[in-house]
């Protein structure tokens, strides 16, 4: 199946150029919130980008009735809706994750990148393109948040989703994990890294230096 | 020095525009104008030199820091030697603390300046100089006992995240010796804080073997403060490692367990005169510090509830690394408050903050380190309330006058 170039904009954009956490610094509350360990940033980045996903479809079906001056309740109705879905499905079958999110998930009602997203896009597209663009969103923001989970996991407890990887003779050599890594500012520090490392390879978005 | 200056120019062309290692010029550059004053001078305009270039500046500063370092190494061995109950020569513990604090000082420089010289290489500027104090401060900040690769990790954190990406030596916010500090602490804090960790029991390449005496106790006097039952202090004594008590001239010329800087109060004084008699740190900050130091502490006492709230003024200011801070991490010129008023104001919240975390926290029994990276972030912010409050008066001043006229 061919995509367009818009559609493919739509869904590969967010992964790089348009990315919502590393280029429009959205969502990052929750990136440094629920990254501590690499389970439950996969659990969120595949909320998120499922509750983005259907919140989009749903959006656009409705967009030519939802009257302009309550756009807001409509949206927030909606992915509350949808995170209520998700927080009972995460409840009845992954309860130690939910626990360990504790909030988030309630809380991504309130993600800056799905207002963002329903606002900007949904509102203004037909369903198929804002359901790619929920989807590119989504995993956009879910790669960041597993990369920072990766590495927070791995050297704030040496595991990577529970299971031991640094080997015990490290430890015995004198190795220590890094407690820093398990409090929130290592997570911005860690996002703060992949935005530099990703400036300097796309020279457009860096911004004029006077 | 002839012999010298010949080579340097005869590998110099190696390093110009089109030489094999043009990529090494800023490297070059470094140690050219390190060995030798450069002999360059501006073209154009009206220039001012003062002899206080940064390199002397921080030249100062080390010299500053020299009799903290010596008696810091001397009790090291001191404290040493006693953990292992044996009698040896002042040379011999003397020594001792050298051989312990050498690897810290040529690890912290050699990661810090390698990242500093890799820097400048790639952004192709000159070196500068700013690491030479922060390299010594480094070592003298942490429990000897710190493992090297930690402090490796440390350096290259805070020189990378700290300093270069906000643009370098001068551009700053946080002190770089203590954002060191604060990493190590909230990384590795089974190595930053306890009983553990400020005296060296193990041998140090073979030298003073010996197995630790009954009854030792390596807790520093705030830690012991910090977790007394003791209901108030009069009931309460502070005891060395070997379980004698301490006294006030102990702590005063530093033979007490902790890190090696801050230890010896008399020879941080001695860095302080030295400091101020070449204008280089701020007496002002220094003098504040202390007092925002004793308000805090004279607080404390007329409300005291336990025993360290009512652990007099004296204690506070010879123990820990409040002297330390004050003379040699508050007073740094790029993260300090740069306005004359500023100072005061900035100075007195450090001594004030230090006060209230080691009091009123008994997870962090030292609070001056994070005082000091507090105020660090408000510097800006005083200096601009000082200078627009300035601004205002004289406008205020100027508006009286031509009403006058």
């Known amino acids: 199946m061919g995509l367009s170039t818009k559609t493919k904009a739509a869904l590969l954009g967010p992964l790089n150029k348009n990315n919502p956490v590393i280029v429009q610094v959205l969502g990052i509350c929750s990136a440094l919130a629920v990254t501590s360990k690499l389970e439950p940033s996969l659990v969120m980045a595949v909320a998120v980008t499922l509750v983005l996903a259907a919140a989009n479809v749903i959006i656009s079906l409705l967009r030519k009735t939802i009257p302009n001056r309550i756009r807001i309740i409509v949206q927030l109705v909606v992915v509350a809706t949808l995170v209520t879905i998700v927080s009972e499905v995460l409840k009845a079958f992954a309860y130690d994750v939910n626990k360990q999110l504790s909030v988030f998930v309630g809380l991504i009602v309130t993600n800056c990148i799905l207002m963002g997203r329903l606002e900007a896009f949904a509102l203004g597209n037909g369903p198929w393109p804002s359901f790619l663009d929920g989807i590119g969103n989504g995993l956009g923001y879910g790669w960041i948040l597993v990369a920072v989970g990766f590495f927070r996991e791995l050297l704030g407890s040496g595991e990577l989703l529970g299971y031991k990887v640094i080997p015990q003779f490290m430890y015995d050599a004198g190795y220590q994990n890094n407690g820093l890594m398990m409090l929130a500012p290592m997570a911005l520090i860690l996002v703060a890294v992949i935005i530099w490392v990703h400036r300097s390879r796309n020279k457009e978005l860096q911004e004029e230096t006077n | ?405």
């Open chain 2, 1 to 405: 020095m002839k012999a010298l200056r010949n080579y340097l120019d005869k590998i110099k062309p190696n390093f110009e525009e089109g030489g094999k290692l043009h990529w090494l010029y800023s490297t070059y550059d470094a140690f050219e104008t390190f060995l030798f004053v450069p002999n360059t001078t501006s073209k154009r305009g009206v220039h001012i030199h003062d002899a206080r270039d940064s390199k002397r500046t921080m030249i100062i500063v080390i010299v500053a820091l020299i009799p903290a370092l010596l008696v810091g190494m001397y009790n090291v061995g001191l404290q040493h030697y006693m953990a292992i109950g044996q009698e040896v020569s002042l040379l011999n513990k003397f020594l001792f603390g050298l051989i312990a604090m050498l690897p810290l000082i040529v690890v912290s420089y050699v990661v810090g300046l390698g990242i500093e010289f890799a820097m400048a290489q790639v952004k192709k500027e000159e070196v500068a100089e700013g690491f030479l104090v922060s390299g010594m401060l480094i070592p003298m900040i942490v429990p000897i006992d710190t493992p090297l690769w930690m402090v490796a990790v440390a350096t290259a954190f805070s020189v990378i995240f700290a300093k270069e990406v906000f643009g370098g030596t001068g551009y700053n916010i946080f002190n770089v010796a203590l954002i060191v500090r604060a990493f190590l602490f909230f990384s590795y804090p089974s190595k930053m804080s306890g009983d553990q960790v400020w005296v060296r029991t193990a041998d140090t390449f073979g030298m003073g073997k010996g197995s630790v005496i009954d009854g030792y106790s390596g807790a520093t006097p705030l830690g012991q403060i910090a977790t007394t039952e003791a209901g108030s202090f009069s009931e309460f004594t502070f005891h060395g490692i070997t379980g004698d008590p301490l006294s006030i001239s102990d702590m005063f010329f530093g033979f007490i367990p902790g890190s090696v800087g801050e230890v010896s109060t008399f020879a941080i004084l001695l860095g302080a005169l030295i400091l101020i008699a070449t204008g280089v740190g701020s007496w002002k900050t220094m003098l504040s510090v202390f007092v925002g130091g004793a308000v805090g502490v004279l607080l404390v006492n007329t409300f005291a509830q336990n025993a360290i709230m009512e652990m007099p003024l004296y204690y506070h200011f010879l123990l820990g690394g409040f002297a330390f801070g004050a003379v040699f991490m508050a007073t740094d010129p790029v993260t300090s408050a740069r306005t004359e008023r500023g100072k005061w104001i900035y100075g007195f919240l450090i001594g004030l903050m230090a006060i209230t975390i080691r009091v009123f926290n008994p997870g962090y029994p030292e609070g001056m380190m994070l005082a000091i990276l507090l105020m660090n972030a408000f510097a800006p912010l005083i200096d601009f309330y000082v200078i627009d409050a300035n601004i205002r008066r004289r406008l205020k001043r100027a508006a009286a006058v031509s009403q006058q006229a």
